[in-house]
């Protein structure tokens, strides 16, 4: 507590971040990628408090590229590209989309 936010390390900072959103008590929070830069242990433990968050009726729209994340915290996935939708749905549903394979995966894949 006593630690300058400036001196703190890139995932404390995260954490703090999130802290301070949700120190407003929001009813909707946008996240653009926070797990960006994490360790494998960090991004468990953030999306755990995700999850948790969601299950209390806290919206969350999370923009993540990172899809192994994604998979683990999401119920609905909405897939943009260029600026349109091109996948919508259940994580299952949008990584079986062709379209998203072409796109992100590459046409081979």
Excluded: N
């Amino acid at each position: 507590m006593d630690d300058l936010a400036g001196s703190l390390s890139h995932g404390d900072k995260q954490w703090l971040e999130l802290c301070m959103v949700l120190a407003g008590s929001p009813v909707l929070v946008i996240l653009d990628e926070p797990t960006a830069g994490l360790t494998v242990e960090e991004r468990r433990a953030i999306g755990g408090v995700l999850r948790r968050l969601a299950s209390t009726g806290l919206s969350i729209v999370l923009i993540e590229h990172d899809f192994d994340f994604v998979r683990e915290v999401a119920d609905r996935v909405t897939v943009l590209h260029q600026g349109k939708v091109i996948a919508e749905g259940s994580v299952d549903e949008v990584s079986r989309a062709i379209a998203v394979r072409d796109v992100y995966l590459g046409a081979s894949a």
